[in-house]
């Protein structure tokens, strides 16, 4: 095999051997690494065009392909090959994202594409850190500006100790109170993505910090990597700058005026007030915006003026504590709520927090409303769903309606993690739910009042939690060693800020986390202020959650379909089902529908309790099985000679022998017994062919014990001559 280029790489991760490899495939790529862990196998490239594009961003694109011959499987869709990405690999795509683009330098705005294709999938080792770790390797070798390397690590906590990267079945069967993504430098986090059993802070912080001390080998592999193979990295004509003269020109201008600016209330009004004073800036220093070279005077003088407006705002957080909309640095927005307002929905809230408001709504739905999941991950369907909308008149926009996004999906899949942990099981509350955050207005923060709204639409929907979630997103400005952190912050904030910190949970712990830092990284001490400052604001918003809906509604809504659910033994599964389907179909016709699984878990869907408990008692009596010792109320069946075939309950009978039936000498059964006669029995014996003998209960102690059967005597049939206590039947279905 000829291949002059080829390197392999390999270092201890978590305990265990990762191995990076270069050379081998995809070589005319810039940058192309396989990274290994275990039985998973992915391949990552980086590329970056020659020419800038005309935006005013980094166009920076991460696709997560995932290939179904990773698992040795076909896909599952007509077309039997793979559609675009799923769910998983869009939030797969945005951890690799959010750990690559913060390290790209300014200015930057060559097209630069990172694509990563699951080749290996052992359903142990989770994708997702590896092509995190795979891009920082891709990137740092290959000639694309990059500020990295960086690697990415997973954390669980179990029995109480920390465990990196623990397996994909620890995670999904609940072995792990924590699944914990971080990402970072040796120096510096900068991303975390978390769901968690309602853990401390403490807890929390000492996970990332746990996880950081894992990075150190990988950053040090790549950095190895890069000093031995690396290519020189290209260079690139960055978008224009300001100058220094222009900015601390316009910063004259406007310095006077732009704090009250500002301080304007109101987002609109204050966009209005500083659009007003940029304008009239510009104006000033260029009189006919149509002269010769007019426009790129404009746009840097607008430039300069977005600049002054940040470091403005920056001073009156650091230096008066005060934000632009008139809060101390840890105060929460006025909140107001209401629930129930949707007259035919499952339940519903509007959570209204400054002027972000969510519309939350719950619908409850049948085991064959679930989602049927078609990845490489452990699960098949999942019965808990969030979804999350922005429409563009949240934000007072005009904009095409398109797709469900990138941002829409990550929104959403952090707000089901935060109630994930709180939701009934499917043994308490075999529901399918469905909640939906519809965003009406947003000024920061719309996933965390989806979280609010999303609880309370559940407890109003009498979803049984098992305790209420709120979430709240923290902020920071940092400048130097001064710093403050900003509890339930603004989308300006955001923007202009250094860290954008969701956090989720209940009075008792956090149950979700995602952070994203702008700047070098923060240190342990900040982040365990910044989290007791949020818990601070989460039981300040569940006080005010509490205030609206106290707990659950004690019934589900009226319009919800009634659920029932009997386990019955799985030798019972086809008795139900019946041949052809006959007995689920008589069943069903009673008034409900009827699912069974593999696990004789029988569920009973009806918009009428009383149909739903009529079916649910024939289950129960179809499936029954008798006991040894218990009594039953039993309906005569046929008479013989040699004794009476009582009907126990529907596909069983059992023998009441002649004498058994009276305290004196019986020569006639039907002198004493008439066919669809009631009489009380006991359960005397059953043999190992499952044929059951019957005593009457009141004359035990007055007749003598049974003896031998007589030749040619059948105890316990049924009445077509099969034994009473059936097995399945082997019917198709």
């Known amino acids: ?36 862990y275990g039985d998973t196998l992915v391949l990552v ?16 694109t991460v696709e997560y392909e995932e290939r179904h011959y990773a698992i040795g499987k076909i896909p599952g869709s007509f077309m039997r090959r793979e559609g675009r990405p799923g769910v998983q690999g869009t939030l797969n795509a945005r951890i690799v994202d959010r750990q690559i683009r913060p390290l790209f330098p300014k200015g930057l705005r060559n097209e630069v594409q990172v694509i990563v294709t699951v080749l290996s999938a052992d359903q142990v080792n989770d994708p997702a850190p590896l092509a995190a770790i795979g891009a920082s390797a891709a990137l740092s070798i290959s000639d694309i ?68 001390a894992q990075l150190a080998p990988v950053v040090d592999l790549i950095e190895r990597m890069r000093a031995e193979i690396g290519s020189e990295k290209r260079g690139f004509t960055p978008a224009s700058q300001v100058s220094s003269e222009v900015a601390a020109k316009v910063e004259r201008a406007v310095a006077a005026r732009l704090r009250d600016a500002l301080l304007t209330g109101g987002k609109h009004e204050r966009a209005v007030a500083l659009k007003a004073l940029r304008d009239e800036m510009v104006a000033g220093f260029v009189p006919d915006v149509e002269a010769d070279g007019a426009k790129q005077q404009v746009d840097e003088l607008k430039a300069a003026f977005d600049k002054a407006e940040q470091a403005a705002m920056r001073r009156l957080v650091l230096q008066e504590n005060l934000r632009t909309d008139g809060r101390r640095s840890d105060q929460v927005r006025p909140i107001w709520i209401e629930t129930g307002v949707l007259p035919m929905a499952h339940g519903s809230a509007v959570f209204t927090r400054g002027e972000t ?102 407890m109003d929907a009498g979803v049984p939690l098992r305790a209420p979630v709120a979430g709240i997103a923290m902020g920071l400005v940092m400048d130097g060693a001064d710093y403050r952190i900003l509890t339930d912050i603004l989308g300006s904030e955001d923007a202009l800020g250094d860290m954008d910190f969701k956090v989720t949970g209940t009075a008792e712990g956090v149950t979700a986390l995602q952070m994203d830092i702008k700047i070098g990284g923060i240190t342990a001490a900040i982040m365990r202020e910044a989290l007791a400052q949020a818990r601070a604001g989460r039981l300040h918003i569940l006080e005010q959650m509490k205030g609206a809906l106290p707990a659950p509604r004690a019934e589900i809504s009226a319009r919800a379909p009634r659920i029932l659910q009997v386990k019955i033994p799985t030798d019972k599964i086809g008795t139900v089902i019946g041949p052809g389907g006959k007995q689920i179909r008589e069943l069903e016709a009673m008034g409900a529908t009827v699912e069974v699984q593999e696990d004789g ?70 002198d004493f017994l008439k066919q669809g006669d009631h009489v009380k029995v006991k359960v005397n014996g059953i043999d190992e062919r499952g044929k059951i003998d019957l005593v009457r209960p009141e004359l035990e102690g007055k007749i003598a014990p049974r003896g031998p059967r007589r030749s040619g005597e059948r105890r316990g049939n049924d009445r077509g001559g099969r034994g009473g206590d059936r097995g399945p039947r082997r019917d198709r279905f």
């Open 145 to 212: 500006p990059w500020g990295g390397p960086t690697a990415c690590c997973g954390v669980g906590y179990v029995d109480g100790q920390y465990v990196a990267n623990p397996s994909m079945r620890v995670l999904h069967d609940g072995g792990s109170q924590l699944e914990l993504t971080v990402a970072g430098s040796k120096d510096a986090v900068l991303m975390v993505e978390a769901a968690a059993n309602e853990l401390s802070e403490d807890v929390m912080v000492g996970a990332i910090e746990f996880a950081q």
């Open 601 to 670: 878990t029988v569920r009973i869907y009806s918009e009428d309790s009383h149909a739903a408990q009529a079916v649910k008692a024939q289950i129960e009596a179809i499936t029954a099985t008798a006991e040894l010792g218990k009594e039953y109320d039993g309906v005569v069946a046929k008479i013989t000679e040699f004794g009476a075939f009582i009907t126990l309950f529907p596909g069983t009978d059992g023998l009441l022998h002649i004498s058994q039936i009276a305290e004196e000498r019986v020569e006639n059964v039907e």
């Open 45 to 60: 490239t980086a590329e970056m065009s020659d020419g800038a594009s005309p935006v005013p961003f980094l166009p920076l």
């Open 1 to 36: 095999m000829n291949l002059p280029n080829h390197r392999k790489y390999t270092t201890q991760f978590g305990g265990r051997e990762l191995v990076i490899e270069t050379g081998k495939l995809a070589k005319q790529a810039s940058g192309s690494v396989t990274v290994r």
């Open 357 to 458: 408001q969510v519309l939350g709504v719950a619908t409850l739905g049948t085991g064959r409303d679930n989602r049927l999941v078609d990845d490489l991950g452990l699960d098949n369907s999942e019965e808990f769903m969030l979804h999350y909308n922005f429409p563009p008149f949240s934000t007072g926009e005009v904009k095409r309606l398109r797709g469900t996004g990138r941002r829409e999906l990550g929104h959403g899949n952090l707000a089901r993690r935060a109630l994930l942990d709180v939701m009934p099981s499917q043994e308490e509350f075999p529901y399918v739910v469905r909640v939906v955050g519809e965003t009406l207005e947003s000024n920061g923060s719309s996933s965390m009042a989806t979280v609010c709204a999303g609880c309370l639409a559940l």
